[in-house]
Structure formats: C-alpha cells, structure tokens
C-alpha cells in the first residue's frame, strides 16, 4: 500500500519548538510543542524558516536536522562504508523493480519506506479522498538512522525533501512518459483524484524539482523507466555511478 507523506500537491512540516535539545522527544514536555504547516512542495524548509521570525527556536521533524540546530550531533558513518543511494520518483514509475534488481546486483539492502511505516505503524492517520496513510516523518527517520549509519543501502520511497541529504552520495528520480504512467496506476485501481494528483505530478517533475531543491546538483540523476530497453539503461547508470564512486 502506498504511504504518503502528504497527499496531492502539499507537504506537512512538524515544527517542534524546543527549550532545550534533550526536550525534543519527551511527550507531555511544556517545552515541547508541535506545530503545523502545510506548504507548497516548491518551497524548501529552509525556506520556510527564513520567513519565522523565531526559526531558531524551532527544529523541523523531517528534514536535514542540522538545519536550525548546528548543536546537534550528525549520523557518523564509516569513512570505508558502502554508500547509501535513494530511488525515489511518482508512485508507479517502477521505483520497486529497480530497487529489488540493484540490490541483488550491488549486495546492497533495500529499504522500502512505504512497507517499513505499514510494518511498524508510523502512520498519522488515514486520509480518506485520497485513499492511504499519511506518513509519520518522524518515527521514519529515528527508525532508519542507524540502519543508514552503516551504509550500503538503497532506500525507496515516493518523495524525497524530508531525508537528511547527509544520508546520501546519489539520488535517482525515475521518470516515465505520462501515457505509461496512467495506465499503471489505472491498474492499481487508484481513484479518480489520486490517479490525477499523481499524473499532475510526473508531469510537472514534482518529485525531480523536489530533489534538485534538498540535494547537491551532482548527486541528483534522472532515470526514464518505460520500456524493458529502458530497466536496462536505468540499471547500467546507477551500476555505473557506483563503480565510478568506488575509484574514488
């Protein structure tokens, strides 16, 4: 089942205004209280902060968490530790064949974050128009931390602004013609309104402009994922960028 991390055009940020660091996760804390905001997926978080006139006193739950807490302390990882990679891209792209082919062929471990929230309940709630959960940001980045800390993992999942961009050394956008697209997601028997928020989405390269907006340009690559030539292609370019990052 596809967990979203908002649906249709919009992305929720938790702000937690916090007293201290350690008060960040004490439920009940008084110095702990969340807020939310809905905003257009064009505009990053940083900028958001930009625009409160009191952004240090607040930590965003779901993004790059060094951003409006320099005091906090990064993921260490291994300096002879594998890469992690994300594989992202609109709901029926085939981000999963992807997934599942590299990391049989890369011994990488693969991470579905849509079967990880369903498997450990990191679900908001249930929107009812579009028809799935709603992700809880928050318990999927404390759960995924460590498990990224010791590298060689690809993670898959259908947006990308809130994953720390020091998690990753490459990001993939997979893309497909739109035609391909809207019959795939026909056949998952999507809704009407989900079905088009989804297409509204690949057409406009959502998910690409996201990436290009929480990442480094030269760890962003385009993948077009339509025809078995295509799987190939795909498959070849990212096996490539790994060769390329082990003469490094």
């Not at 690409?208 to 295509?230: C, G, P, Q």
Request: with cysteine; hydrophobic share 35%; aromatic share 10%.
């Amino acid at each position: 089942m596809e967990i979203r991390a908002y649906p249709g055009w919009q992305t929720s940020l938790t702000l937690t205004r916090v007293g201290s660091l350690g008060d960040r996760h004490e439920s009940g804390s008084s110095s702990c209280q969340k807020y939310r905001y809905k905003i257009n997926n064009n505009l990053s978080a940083r900028a958001l902060t930009a625009h409160l006139t009191t952004a240090e006193e607040f930590c965003i739950i779901g993004t790059p968490r060094v951003a409006c807490n320099p005091s906090e302390s990064n993921m260490e990882q291994s300096p002879n530790a594998e890469p992690n990679i994300l594989i992202t891209g609109t709901p029926g792209v085939g981000k999963s064949y992807l997934c599942e082919r590299l990391a049989e062929q890369l011994k990488f471990k693969w991470l579905d974050c849509s079967k990880i929230a369903k498997d450990n309940d990191f679900v908001e709630e249930f929107d009812v128009e579009y028809d799935c959960p709603i992700l809880d940001e928050e318990k999927l980045l404390d759960h995924l931390e460590p498990i990224m800390a010791k590298g060689g993992n690809i993670l898959e999942y259908h947006g990308c602004d809130f994953f720390p961009e020091r998690w990753f050394e490459a990001v993939f956008v997979v893309t497909c013609p739109n035609t391909t697209l809207f019959d795939r997601l026909k056949a998952r028997q999507y809704n009407e309104k989900k079905l088009r928020s989804n297409i509204e989405c690949e057409i406009f390269a959502t998910i690409l402009d996201e990436a290009y907006d929480s990442y480094k340009a030269d760890k962003v690559f385009k993948l077009t994922n339509d025809t078995k030539a295509d799987v190939d292609t795909c498959l070849k370019t990212v096996k490539n960028w790994y060769r390329m990052y082990k003469r490094k």
